[in-house]
């Protein structure tokens, strides 16, 4: 297994910590909105991983927490006079649903800030022990990167920006222009704060990750976790924090490797909410089935930026219909095994640094070989079993495949038309059933008029949307 090390800048054969074992810990949202386009690609890309880990053997292991307290947060419940559990609970719960409707398996472990005080206040403590964190006159607590001789490793540069280090207001008491914020101590009674040992306030965004990567993984002494990932955008200054940080404080590296994936643009726009042009995922899948976006958002290598297009959304649909048709060829029928040399080649693929074009063009192959082989022999159920299980496995490591054909293709069919569609179905099932065969020939001809094919199996009739 192959990834490329985002601080190495290069490919490196994974050699977990454990024999067999991965652990992995992604930065998740900041929950006072709507997930957009960005999350589902980072998520997606993470998913690809944990998935392909699997399939290689390994025990995973995956951390994604929710930061759920934040100034954005404290923000929206100044503007709706909600409280702050109700705004986070429920875009928790959307991204959650939204994330599920993509196929992303749900994380092993999903930690919440605020449920992690404690272990954010003893990792600062600690910090404050060794004067490497200091407190200011306000309360305010600071990570002095002057004690951290490798500080900047991680990204290979350094700013010396005060806002995009800390996200707190400028103060002369910084030791450090560099240095930023592990706790911000409460300006007002009515803030949003929680008590510790050195002031009332709320964690920094940094401290957090660290705290909660040293509470829920117990390392080898030499690295906390295997894997650390998230966006590019990450990796300076929250990455580059968060390791310093650990670092300072547990006496190793919080990371074996370091993954990051692209941006997402919109039509070549880096997506940006401060643009304007921020595609909120919710209305695509308004628009689009979950597993159609998620094979779009995975047909472009994870670490490469990603331009999302209607136009290519549609092509890469076009591509996904062909395995469905093949899948419907295959019915009624049951999986067997899939096809050594296949199964092969996508753990190759994927294990290349998840090279998901690889694995997509050998599945374009298979489709195309098995439809040959169908034409010239059409009732070679054993062949078909194969085929079948060759889905099931791409279902497994790509998380694309596993619907039912004929209710894949009824995906944007609008309710009236199915209501009318289950209808006439239940109208020429009565018909066969009295043997009124001109009726029923009648009514499948009405079907065809309306752009609907129909299969009758022992499970009963299946239907698509032409």
């Known amino acids: 297994m192959q990834i490329y090390d985002s601080v190495q800048k290069k490919k490196l054969t994974f050699s977990p910590i454990v024999p067999n074992k991965a652990s992995i810990y992604i930065c998740g949202p900041t929950v006072y909105d709507d997930a957009h386009l960005g999350h589902a690609r980072s998520s997606l890309a993470f998913d690809l991983l944990s998935r392909t880990l699997t399939s290689h053997g390994y025990e995973v292991t995956l951390c994604k927490n929710f930061t759920d307290i934040d100034d954005k947060i404290i923000k929206k419940v100044e503007e709706t006079g909600k409280s702050m559990e109700e705004i986070t609970s429920f875009y928790i719960d959307r991204y959650l649903s939204e994330m599920t409707a993509l196929g992303i398996q749900r994380a092993n472990i999903e930690p919440k800030a605020t449920e992690s005080l404690d272990a954010i206040e003893a990792m600062i403590q600690k910090l404050i022990d060794k004067d490497i964190a200091y407190v200011i006159s306000t309360g305010d607590v600071y990570f002095d990167t002057s004690k951290d001789t490798h500080y900047g490793n991680i990204s290979h540069r350094v700013a010396d920006d005060e806002d995009s280090q800390s996200r707190v207001e400028h103060t002369t008491e910084k030791r450090n222009p560099k240095d930023f914020a592990l706790w911000k101590a409460c300006k007002g009674e009515d803030d949003i704060c929680f008590d510790t040992h050195f002031s009332r306030g709320r964690p920094g965004w940094h401290i957090e990750c660290s705290a909660m990567i040293e509470k829920h993984f117990t390392g080898n002494g030499e690295y906390s976790i295997d894997i650390h990932g998230g966006g590019a955008d990450l990796l300076f200054p929250h990455h580059e924090n968060e390791a310093a940080q650990s670092r300072c404080a547990t006496g190793h590296e919080l990371a074996?490797?370091?993954?990051?994936?692209?941006?997402?643009?919109?039509?070549?726009?880096?997506?940006?909410?401060?643009?304007?042009?921020?595609?909120?995922?919710?209305?695509?899948?308004?628009?689009?089935?979950?597993?159609?976006?998620?094979?779009?958002?995975?047909?472009?290598?994870?670490?490469?930026?990603?331009?999302?297009?209607?136009?290519?959304?549609?092509?890469?649909?076009?591509?996904?219909?062909?395995?469905?048709?093949?899948?419907?060829?295959?019915m009624p029928g049951k999986a067997s095994l899939p096809n050594k040399t296949f199964k092969k080649l996508l753990l190759d693929d994927m294990a290349d640094d998840l090279n998901i074009s690889m694995a997509l063009a050998h599945i374009d192959e298979m489709i195309a070989t098995a439809n040959d082989t169908l034409d010239n022999n059409p009732k070679d159920k054993g062949f078909k079993k194969e085929t079948l299980a060759n889905i099931e496995f791409i279902d497994e490591i790509l998380g694309f495949g596993g619907k039912e054909p004929f209710s894949y293709f009824q995906i944007g069919v609008d309710d009236a038309l199915k209501e009318k569609v289950e209808t006439l179905i239940e109208a020429r099932l009565e018909a066969k059933k009295n043997r009124d065969f001109s009726r029923s020939d009648a009514i499948r001809e009405e079907l065809t008029a309306l752009g609907i094919s129909i299969m009758d199996t022992p499970d009963g009739t299946l239907w698509e949307k032409s």
Do not use: T
């Open 256 to 330: 074996k490797y370091w993954m990051h994936n692209g941006f997402v643009q919109i039509d070549g726009e880096k997506m940006s909410k401060s643009l304007g042009n921020s595609f909120f995922l919710k209305d695509a899948l308004k628009l689009y089935d979950g597993e159609i976006l998620r094979y779009y958002l995975n047909s472009i290598h994870y670490r490469n930026d990603f331009n999302f297009s209607e136009e290519e959304l549609q092509l890469n649909k076009k591509r996904l219909d062909k395995l469905y048709r093949l899948k419907k060829r295959l």
